[in-house]
């Protein structure tokens, strides 16, 4: 069974086949970092991690590079405002967006370069590029030569005609053409710089990325994502810049992932209409964010709403109740070996890695986990002896947590996390603890004496601020409902 992929550049799911067998060279456009990650950020970190850790969970070892944008306009001019070196203004942010993503348990890249510290193959590439004549340096400044390459727009699927005739008219008399690029630019008297054979200076955005990856992954790698939002020009612009300086096909496959929108548009600082991290993490439980985010195909934009998140918790809590019944399975039998179950009942865990391997769609995922959980939780409510039917719940199950795992939803312990999940919606209905406590009480007091009817009433009143009560042979526990 392979794994194909949506390729961009072809418009085609292409069968993938790494460039050497058994490893992944991946890498994704990271962040720039001049102010605190929103969770549109969140959101490629974890589609990316999920990639990476679904790769390897197939067997393979995967290089994953997510560079950080240490050196940009909108970093200089955050760092005047603030009084402070643009590098340690980016310094900062790199902490902080790491600190962040580690709360959503986003596993960090194999290499995670700051283009501060690419400088010398930054250059080297430049110079390489004016060397063939595929780019110029006017005044300190460095362009590309975009019509120097054939196949310019060919990831994007637009013509230099139609470029040309829709560009808006930009007034810079150092470039040969409206449609050229800066690779380099010269500083500015006082902005942050670097020696350069132009002079000093700082290089263009979209050259860092072509270096980097050389640099880290080779002339030509795997897998090059990022968010569809990247793929003019920046991406366009890395596949020329890379091709002419290496004559090698750069990526061979492009993968993009949807946006996070609010009411249709794009969630982002310069709209300001995001939410950080940290913000989404105080309101909603990291795992309610990635299963929010996870529950739809990487490629498709997810607008952020209340019920995404509401929706991801009701799943929550059900899947880690069924991971909580596992524990106990465990915990009560523990020298039972697993067995397959009836055939109807394992045939999810060969369609989940067929959902999975089909372009890794995880919204298809969750839904045959489903079918999983089904099976399980069926075959739990079946009278007979539980002994008898434990090797069969513990394959189901332990499927069922390793799949999980893939998505970065291995509970631990999933009482625990049961318990967190209830703690953040109790926070999100104002709901007071001692309260809930106390009419659970009164209600028990209430069955003792026999008293049914307004034992029901304490229940109802419970039911209508969000708490289900249920009645288990280990006593009374409550829930949240989302
Ligand atoms: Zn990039």
Known sequence: MTITLYDTLTQTKKPFSPVQAGKVTLYACGVTVYDLCHIGHAMQAIIYDVIRRYLEFRGFEVIYVRNYTDVDDKIIQRAQERGMHPLDLSAEMIQACESDLDLLEVQPATHSPKVSEFMPQITQMIETLIQNGHAYAASGDVYFRVRSFG????????????????????????????????????????????????????????????????????????????????????????????????????????????????????????????????????????????????????????????????????????????????????????????????????????????????????????????????????????????????????????????????????????????????????RSKGLDVAWVEDQIAERQALRQNKKYEEADQVRQRLIERGVLVMDTPNGTTWQVQP
């Open 151 to 426: 196949r310019y727009g060919c990831l994007s699927n637009r013509r230099c005609e139609d470029l040309q005739a829709g560009s808006r008219v930009e007034v810079n008399p150092l470039k040969e053409d409206p449609m050229d690029f800066a690779l380099w630019k010269s500083a500015k008297p006082g902005e942050v710089s670097w020696s350069s054979p132009w002079g000093e200076g700082r290089p263009g955005w979209h050259i860092e990325c072509s270096a980097m990856a050389v640099a880290l992954l080779g002339e030509t790698f795997d897998i090059h994502g990022g968010g569809k939002d990247l793929i003019f020009p920046h991406h366009e612009n890395e596949i020329a810049q890379s091709e002419c300086a290496t004559g090698k096909p750069f990526a061979n496959y492009w993968i993009h992932n949807g946006l996070l929108t609010v009411d249709g548009r794009k969630m982002s600082k310069s709209l300001n209409n995001f939410l950080t991290i940290r913000d989404a993490v105080a309101k909603y439980h990291p795992h309610t964010i990635r299963y929010a985010i996870l529950s739809h195909q990487y490629g498709t934009n997810i607008d952020f709403s209340e019920k995404v998140f509401y929706d991801a918790y009701q799943r929550l809590i059900y899947l880690y109740t069924l991971l909580a019944k596992l524990q106990e399975l465990e915990d009560q039998f523990p020298d039972v070996e697993r067995q397959a179950p009836a055939p109807e009942d394992a045939e999810w865990v060969e369609k989940f890695r067929q959902a999975m391997d089909d372009d890794f769609n995880s919204a298809a995922a969750f839904g045959v986990l489903s079918a999983g959980c089904k099976a399980f939780n069926d075959l739990l409510a079946q009278s007979g002896k539980l002994k008898n039917r434990a090797p069969q719940l513990l394959w189901l199950g332990r499927h069922i947590r390793e799949y999980l795992g893939i998505f970065g939803l291995a509970p631990g312990e999933p009482k625990t996390k049961l318990a967190e999940i209830n703690q953040y919606l109790i």
